[in-house]
């Protein structure tokens, strides 16, 4: 893909509380490999250099073990937001403003490298995301009764990776904090202050995000299947 440096930050730092039970998801064993392990990998195998990765105070030594053996990566403490800790994996990586950022989220543990492979190869570009057009009947819902059906064409679902040059991120980032503005991800910040086209790569695979309790046995069913991939 080039001589561009890809560096991936990951803010893994939330509880989980929708997810449920003591142990935060992105620590969860799935197939004989924590959440966090294997989105790492998964970053890894897709071409990123290096992962900066954000965790809750008092998980980092615990994040370290689980990511033991891995080349390029660096543990930070997170925020109490996403977008925060996204910021401090930033600030943490010391990039250059040319340099290639993918974020992704922990819980999108069965990313496949050959869908990292090609987000990276857009993003590099200026900015891409990583997602599928709507499939399902979408309606709106009005007090809890269905009010009408709205129209999906153009709709997309967004995943992660979401991908930047650096300097890019780094900006949308500074003026939504001078804004007070939070976004749902990254590429709502560069939508909302920067005029820069963010490209959508439509993945090719599955890439669930654990969320809710069951979530697990679909995401073990993928990565079993694409062990070695």
């Not at 660096?74 to 977008?83: L, M, Y």
């Not at 040319?98 to 819980?107: C, F, L, R, Y």
């Not at 309606?139 to 679902?157: A, E, H, M, P, Y």
């Amino acid at each position: 893909m080039g001589a561009d440096d890809f560096v991936a930050l990951v803010p893994a730092a939330g509880t989980g509380e929708r997810y449920g039970g003591e142990l935060p998801k992105q620590f969860r064993v799935v197939s004989g490999r924590s959440v966090l392990r294997w989105s790492v990998e998964r970053l890894l195998s897709g071409g990123v250099d290096r992962v900066v990765v954000a965790i809750s105070s008092g998980q980092e030594s615990r994040a370290r073990e689980h990511l033991r053996g891995l080349p390029g990566i660096q543990v930070v403490t997170g925020a109490a937001t996403r977008q925060d800790s996204v910021g401090r994996c930033l600030e943490a990586a010391e990039v250059a403003g040319s340099t290639v950022v993918a974020v992704h989220d922990a819980a999108r543990a069965a990313v496949d490298p050959r869908d990292v492979q090609e987000v990276l190869r857009v993003g590099a570009e200026g900015a891409a995301v990583l997602g599928r057009r709507v499939t399902d009947t979408l309606k709106r819902i009005d007090g809890g009764r269905i009010g009408s059906t709205v129209d999906r064409s153009g709709l997309w679902c967004a995943e992660t990776p979401q991908v930047f040059r650096a300097e890019t991120l780094r900006q949308a980032h500074r003026l939504a904090g001078e804004s007070a503005f939070v976004g749902t991800d990254e590429a709502s910040l560069v939508e909302e202050f920067l005029d820069t086209e963010v490209r959508a790569v439509e993945a090719r695979f599955p890439n669930p995000k654990m969320t809710w309790p069951g979530d697990e046995t679909f995401l073990a069913l993928l990565l079993e299947r694409g062990r070695g991939s």
